[in-house]
């Protein structure tokens, strides 16, 4: 729990901070110093962590790494950092290099913002392509922080780390795929399911019309599994039966990206105040009809699960909390929250948006 408090104040700080932080010194010092830190390591301490790290690479000297992690006097981490807005794509071959010439198993990437950690799946001391843990540490969410906490100085355990580092690295590498096919089906991926429902010649206008309803099926799958699955809970929570209104589609409706996005994760303290809405909309409506979507950049509660009647929009994740509220002409307006009890203040906003789409 520490260090998830920890991480969420680095999380702060980061947002805070960036726009002020204008070069790649800054950004060591500012943001990846206590990320180090935190994982318990004393950046004061030269024997745990190695500023400037001697990388040499054959006849070429003096090649340096901007910091190594020691342990038993080995490197168990390397890093390299580049300033906060710099794209870290064109970056990992340094990277690359840096990592056969030493004896560590980890490397890590990072802008402060990003963090991208690598290891040598593929090949024994040649640094995959891919990392098989990345994330943003304004966003995290409690799956990464789990991983992250592997590499603290009281867990740090090699084979532990390597043990699911595979499973990460193309569990990540397949959601990306799935995203893809689920955004824009493929030919062969359309097949797969046309060809066990569809019995007639396959056209190229029937290939078009089957990519759309794969897209629409998935999307109603996953929007109708999440739905079952909080009625499941509050079933379960509450002991009365909760009837669920089903909206296919406005289901259908749902932007694919924000359906399936696997860096989409619903926290508890989003599902605590979407309670809090439903208790405030149960004054209007049957609280069956209330119902929430997640996305990438915020917690959406929506009447009768249509994304054209918006309730309230939640921002929980970043550094400030807020809600938004919508006037009858759709008018968003952000206010802040200091804790999530803060919702009950915005209750008459709140019933004169659904009086609204009920009454028109």
């Known amino acids: 729990m520490e260090l998830q408090s920890q991480l969420q104040q680095l999380s ?35 024997t745990e962590v190695v500023p400037e790290f001697i990388a040499d690479l054959g006849i070429k000297k003096g090649e340096k790494v901007d ?15 580049k300033h906060w807005n710099c794209a870290l794509d ?32 593929e090949q024994p001391n040649k ?7 990345e994330f ?11 991983e992250i906490a592997k590499f603290h100085k009281s867990n740090f355990n090699i084979d532990k780390i390597l043990s699911t580092a595979s499973s990460l690295k193309y569990i990540k590498e397949i959601k990306k795929l799935i995203v893809a096919e689920l955004q824009e089906p493929s ?11 569809f019995g007639g010649r396959f056209t190229e206008k029937v290939m078009l019309e089957f990519k759309d309803l794969v897209q629409k099926s998935f999307a109603q799958l996953v929007s109708e599994r999440v ?13 009365k039966d909760v009837k669920v209104v089903e909206k296919v589609e406005a289901a259908a409706e749902v932007p694919l990206e924000e359906v399936v996005n696997p860096n989409i994760k619903t926290t508890d303290e989003e599902l605590e105040a979407y309670q809090i809405v439903r208790a405030i909309a149960r004054r209007k409506i049957p609280v069956a009809r209330v119902h929430h979507r997640d996305t990438q950049s915020y917690f959406g509660v929506l009447l009768d699960d249509n994304n054209r009647k918006p309730i309230v929009r939640l921002h929980l994740n970043g ?24 919702i009950y203040n915005y209750e008459q906003q709140i019933l004169d948006i659904l009086d609204h789409y009920e009454n028109g």
């Open 12 to 46: 702060e700080r980061v947002a805070t901070l960036k726009a002020q932080i204008k070069t790649e010194e800054a950004t060591k010092t500012a943001f990846v110093l206590p990320f180090i830190n935190l994982l318990g390591y004393d950046i004061f301490n030269p």
């Open 67 to 81: 910091y190594a992690i020691f342990q038993n006097g080995d490197p168990i981490l390397i890093i390299e950092c």
């Open 90 to 121: 064109v970056h990992n071959s340094q990277l690359f290099r840096y990592f056969h010439v030493t004896k560590t198993r980890f490397a890590l990437l990072t802008n402060g913002v990003e963090f991208r950690f690598y290891t040598d799946l």
């Open 127 to 133: 640094m995959d392509e891919k990392p098989f843990l």
């Open 136 to 146: 943003d540490i304004t966003q995290l969410k409690d799956s990464t922080i789990a």
């Open 187 to 197: 030919n062969d991926f359309t097949r797969y399911f046309a060809s066990q429902v």
């Open 227 to 239: 739905s079952d699955r909080l009625t499941s809970a509050l079933n379960s929570e509450s002991g």
């Open 319 to 342: 550094g400030k909390k807020y809600i938004s509220l919508f006037g009858k002409d759709k008018t968003e307006i952000k206010e802040p929250l200091a804790v999530l009890e803060d």
